[in-house]
């Protein structure tokens, strides 16, 4: 049986709940990076991939995980997930020639 932390979520469902906003905030962020960026040259697509990750632990915090216990790997963790997919999509986009 799943242990149940402080507020309410099992640790499965904190980490499906972390996973998730990581992957579809990554995801959203290499659309838009396509969307505003005239191509890879340019920063704002970066910028974009930051702002995804940073609007993550507010995003988090209304979901109803705690952040408070977070770790420095758990950081990492989010950073990764949102570069990857974000890079990852992105590439998608440039190289197919979508949405331009």
């Known amino acids: ?4 932390t402080g507020n309410g979520l099992s640790a499965h469902l904190r980490g499906v709940t972390v996973t998730t906003l ?3 905030l990554g995801m959203l962020a290499g659309v ?3 969307l505003v960026a005239t191509g890879p040259e340019d ?3 970066v910028l974009l ?3 995804a990750v940073l609007v993550q632990l507010p995003l988090l915090r ?5 952040v408070s216990d977070f770790s420095t790997k758990d950081y ?6 949102t570069f ?3 890079f990852i999509t992105w590439g998608i986009m440039l190289t197919t020639g979508a949405l331009q």
């Open 1 to 4: 049986m799943a242990t149940e």
């Open 22 to 24: 990581a992957t579809v």
């Open 32 to 34: 838009g990076s396509t």
């Open 43 to 45: 920063s704002v697509g």
């Open 49 to 51: 991939f930051g702002g």
């Open 62 to 66: 209304v979901l109803g995980v705690d």
């Open 76 to 81: 990492l963790y989010i950073g990764f997930m």
């Open 84 to 86: 990857v997919l974000w």
